[in-house]
């Protein structure tokens, strides 16, 4: 399965941006979907997650403001992203997994917050 993410950019403090990762290969119906996210010289983090049961999960760097969700039909995986500040910059990568791990990550989308 290939993932592709796109939507990102630069944005002021506040405002929102949102992210669509497109997913491409015959396996779709996975049991989770996500986005992680990557600043230099730091470790990719969670950001959000969604599973087919269905059940969401964010950071608490995030909750409240972003909302991940999944349209299976256009097998596609969306996080909106409102109130956006500094420390939400980087790059933004779509994950595929199962319940017990991920799988894999597509090309990331790089979103940047200026104060």
């Known amino acids: 399965v290939q993932l592709q993410a796109s939507g990102g950019g630069t944005v002021q403090a506040g405002g929102s941006l949102s992210l669509t990762c497109s997913t491409h290969g015959s396996i779709f119906s996975l049991d989770t979907w996500g986005w992680d996210r990557q600043t230099p010289g730091n470790e990719r983090e969670f950001v959000a997650t969604w599973t087919r049961l269905p059940t969401t999960s964010y950071a608490d760097s995030v909750k409240g403001r972003f909302t991940i969700s999944v349209d299976s039909g256009k097998r596609t995986v969306y996080l909106q992203m409102n109130n956006l500040t500094a420390e939400d910059s980087g790059v933004y990568y779509c994950?595929?997994?199962?319940?017990?791990?991920?799988?894999?990550w597509g090309q990331g989308t790089q979103v940047t917050v200026s104060s």
């Open positions: 994950r595929r997994g199962t319940f017990d791990r991920s799988l894999g």
